[in-house]
């Protein structure tokens, strides 16, 4: 079964992260069938959001530097350089020290790549590649996003694919039911995985089942229309903890059953039954009127008789008279 997972992050995750969130998603996608795209709609605000919970670590994070620089605390372990294996007992000179070295090659690596040109650019990425990466997975703890809190890089990172939408109201929504309704008219799925709890995509959902394609739902909100509409549904939590999977393959058995039951179903179709009928009908007609030859005709009838018209024929009164005369 082909799925596409489809989510609109206009309102992100509460309880989970957004990078734990879609690989859980898809896991759990993957059990329903193969993921074939795992897209996600935002607007710029979703980005730019910061949730209370990050908000309140970076704050605790902040006084807690500022602790550690008047020796009033002190880490149980130091703080280890994620690309060079240097260690620091301080915390915001080890910011330093990453800012000051790794970004700054980080940067000078990228430059060089952006300004080389054919096979000298593949090499220059091949050469540079375990690096960047090195580079990338240090920084990913460490270094704090000066807009959001990489809501979009934690998605690419799982494997979505992010397209930003314009900050008008409903705009993501309708992006997404535009993205369903092509999909669904190239018939390029057979599984809808939606992430949103907006009841607006009722009718898309309900249009995804009179085309005969299944719906899977998630949000937050345990009980609402979106989840009513759909052949399954599932919380966040659901997902975290694995319930999600594990339900997985029941839901898929049942749905194969009810294909299987639907094929051996009867329906009625008057059109369909009446055409039949008088296929039969006519057929019946042409075989009683091909019993007869023109020989048989003639002798029943008499030479006479075949060559009259069938309205100018005499009764059976008459023909049993004039024999008798």
Not at 85 to 90: A, S
Not at 225 to 253: C, H, N, P, Y
Request: aromatic share 10%; net charge positive.
């Amino acid at each position: 079964m082909r799925m596409h997972i489809l989510a609109s992050y206009n309102k992100p995750p509460k309880s989970v992260s957004p990078y734990d969130a879609a690989l859980k998603l898809k896991k759990a996608a993957q059990q329903f069938g193969f993921v074939k795209h795992m897209i996600a709609y935002a607007n710029q605000h979703s980005f730019s959001y910061v949730p209370p919970k990050v908000m309140a670590q970076r704050r605790g994070r902040k006084a807690l530097n500022g602790l550690e620089n008047m020796g009033v605390v002190k880490p149980n372990e130091p703080y280890v350089c994620g690309v060079c294996g240097r260690r620091f007992y301080y915390h915001e000179k080890f910011m330093n020290h990453f800012k000051q070295i790794h970004e700054r090659e980080h940067i000078k690596r990228l430059n060089q790549i952006e300004s080389a040109r054919g096979k000298r650019r593949l090499n220059m990425v091949e050469r540079y590649s375990l690096k960047m990466e090195k580079y990338r997975r240090a920084a990913r703890n460490i270094l704090t996003p000066k807009v959001g809190y990489s809501l979009g890089d934690e998605l690419k990172r799982a494997g979505f694919w992010v397209r930003m939408v314009s900050d008008e109201p409903q705009a993501a929504d309708a992006a997404l039911r535009c993205h369903m309704v092509d999909m669904m008219d190239r018939r390029m799925t057979e599984c809808l995985f939606l992430v949103s709890d907006d009841s607006d995509f009722v009718g898309i959902l309900r249009e995804a089942k009179l085309r005969c394609l299944k719906t899977v739902v998630v949000g937050d909100i345990n009980e609402g229309v979106l989840k009513r509409t759909a052949d399954a549904a599932f919380s966040w939590q659901e997902i975290m903890i694995g319930k999600a999977r594990s339900q997985a393959v029941s839901v898929v058995k049942k749905w194969k059953d009810q294909t299987v039951l639907q094929k051996l179903e009867w329906k009625y179709d008057p059109e369909k039954e009446k055409k039949f009928y008088f296929d039969e009908i006519e057929s019946e007609d042409d075989s009683d009127i091909g019993c007869f030859s023109s020989d048989e005709c003639g002798s029943l009838l008499g030479k006479e008789d075949c060559e009259r018209a069938w309205w100018e024929l005499d009764s059976k009164v008459e023909c049993v008279r004039r024999r008798s005369e």
